[in-house]
């Protein structure tokens, strides 16, 4: 059973940085592949990024260049470098490992001056 815990939100000026960072649980989290996921109020849960097991990157098209993705099979973990925070980037954040579905309990990020 995968378990997933997030941590590394906070509150940020505009145009500033955070790291988010997911510590997996499980045996087989080499080869999964895992997803950030972001809740803001009064709008769905989006997708955020994804990274195969084998490496492979995706972005939603408004975070591509200002986030990225990236894990360590080692210590099980899965991060998300965010520069140049809007405000429209305030939300929960969740970390998600696709093959079981499994999401972590999330992390808020609030971009405000």
């Known amino acids: 059973q995968v378990q997933l815990v997030e941590s590394g939100g906070g509150l940020v000026q505009p145009g500033g940085s955070l790291r988010l960072s997911c510590a997996a649980s499980?045996?087989?989290?080499?080869?999964?592949?895992m997803a950030w996921y972001r809740h803001a109020p009064g709008k769905q849960r989006e997708f955020i990024a994804s990274i195969s097991g084998g490496g492979t990157i995706r972005y939603k098209d408004s975070v591509e260049g200002r986030f990225t993705i990236s894990r360590d099979n080692a210590k099980k973990m899965v991060f998300l470098q965010m520069n140049s925070l809007m405000p429209e980037d305030t939300a929960v954040y969740y970390c998600k490992h696709i093959e079981s579905g499994i999401w972590g309990q999330g992390t808020q990020v609030t971009v405000s001056s």
């Open positions: 499980g045996s087989i989290f080499s080869i999964s592949d």
